[in-house]
């Protein structure tokens, strides 16, 4: 447990530095988020080790990866499991933030295999939470991306 909250400091710099970074070069970045459900419908967020609330699982589209490609491995990393066949898309978004153009693609998720479960460096937890005991401190992006997938309503532009 030391080591994990000796690493966590360096971590929040590492996301420090990278929001300077950002607001100097202003690029234009791609990212995925996916919207893991189960059976019952409850979907997966995470809470990280260096940025408060609960997400969904996702990150960075690398040199030569599609988006479903870089979805499928941010799963892996973060919470162990495998996707299973193509996840829907269910829209890209854009988020202006820190001078930086981000684009973020958000798929459902409703067949993966393994068991839920986080390395404790990056990300701190996984659970699968029903529609409605969503923790108090779900990001309100997360929440909006639920809510429409929930409501089967129209898709938003902006993140």
């Not at 978004?93 to 839920?116: I, L, N």
């Amino acid at each position: 447990m030391k080591k994990l909250l000796a690493r966590t400091p360096l971590l929040r710099m590492a996301h420090l530095t990278r929001v300077g970074w950002l607001s100097v070069s202003r690029p234009v970045t791609m990212g995925v988020r996916a919207l893991i459900r189960d059976r019952s419908g409850a979907v997966l967020l995470i809470r990280h080790n260096y940025v408060g609330g609960w997400h969904m699982p996702g990150g960075g589209v690398g040199r030569g990866e599609t988006v479903h490609q870089a979805m499928a491995r941010e799963v892996r990393e973060e919470v162990a499991l495998e996707v299973i066949g193509t996840a829907r898309m269910m829209g890209l978004y854009a988020r202006f933030r820190h001078g930086a153009s981000d684009h973020v693609s958000v798929f459902v998720v409703d067949e993966w295999s393994g068991t839920p479960d986080v390395d404790g460096l990056e990300i701190a937890e996984c659970r699968f939470f029903p529609r409605d005991a969503l923790p108090e401190d779900t990001t309100p992006a997360t929440r909006r991306r639920l809510e429409e997938v929930w409501s089967d309503g129209p898709v938003s532009e902006l993140w």
